[in-house]
């Protein structure tokens, strides 16, 4: 069963607009990952969240976590062909003192951007 | 290596057929995820090495899966008497190390996409 929950879970998106992608859990989140997978591909690492409020950009995408640390935003901004693929976030739900805990993911968001 | 590397990337099995999937994690990483990810679906989690310890295969649906990492390097996930319920893509992770207070990323490979017909 997941415990994320993503939306949308498709989104088909005109080449140069913005978009958003949430990632909502009923537990805190201790650390949030974003990454981006294209079809028979395994998946790249796009950024990481830890703290409450926490904010990261690499070149037009932004994400956020939330203060609560139960929900995450991955934005977009002028959408390019590039930014198509399926978009993942996963989540360590458990407080440990170690760093490697195993992740669970939502079920991804669908991007098509058309020109 | 640069990077994660799995093999085979395609396997078909006819069923009942016993199948082993490799991966070759990033040279010095002491973390080592296996995940099993369904068509339309994000991947679950199956087992967790550390080194050469599994310290978890809580995730692992059945006794027919089978995971070792005997040299603390290249592990290999072994499936036997292959059903049709386990085709799906068998995804391959590492990461540096386990230090306290720190959360280190996953670096996925490409998977192994195994057919069970």
């Known amino acids: 069963s997941q415990e994320l929950e993503q939306s949308p879970q498709s989104l088909i998106v005109q080449e140069g607009k913005n978009l958003t992608i949430n990632c909502t859990s009923s537990?805190?989140?201790?650390?949030l990952y974003w990454y981006k997978q294209k079809y028979g591909e395994g998946l790249i690492f796009l950024m990481m969240l830890q703290k409450g409020g926490e904010e990261k950009s690499h070149e037009k995408i932004t994400a956020k976590l939330d203060e609560k640390k139960q929900q995450s935003s991955l934005h977009i901004t002028a959408s390019q062909p590039s930014h198509a693929g399926i978009y993942l976030c996963?989540?360590?739900?458990?407080?440990?003192?170690?760093?490697?805990?195993?992740?669970?993911f939502g079920t991804g968001t669908r991007l098509t951007i058309i020109p | 290596g640069a990077g994660v590397s799995q093999s085979p990337r395609y396997k078909v099995a006819k069923r009942g057929q016993d199948v082993a999937l490799r991966c070759d994690p990033i040279?010095?990483?002491?973390?080592l995820f296996w995940y099993q990810q369904a068509l339309g679906q994000g991947p679950e989690f199956l087992t967790y090495?550390?080194?050469?310890?599994?310290?978890?295969k809580s995730g692992l649906p059945s006794d027919r899966f089978f995971a070792e990492r005997p040299e603390g390097s290249v592990s290999t996930l072994k499936i036997q008497r292959t059903q049709q319920e386990d085709s799906a893509v068998y995804l391959c992770a590492s990461s540096l190390a386990p230090r306290t207070s720190a959360k280190n990323i996953q670096y996925f490979g490409a998977g192994t996409r195994l057919s069970v017909l």
């Open positions: 040279s010095g990483h002491v973390s």
């Open positions: 090495f550390q080194n050469e310890a599994q310290l978890d």
């Open positions: 537990k805190t989140l201790y650390g």
């Open positions: 996963g989540a360590d739900t458990r407080k440990s003192n170690f760093g490697n805990e195993k992740l669970t």
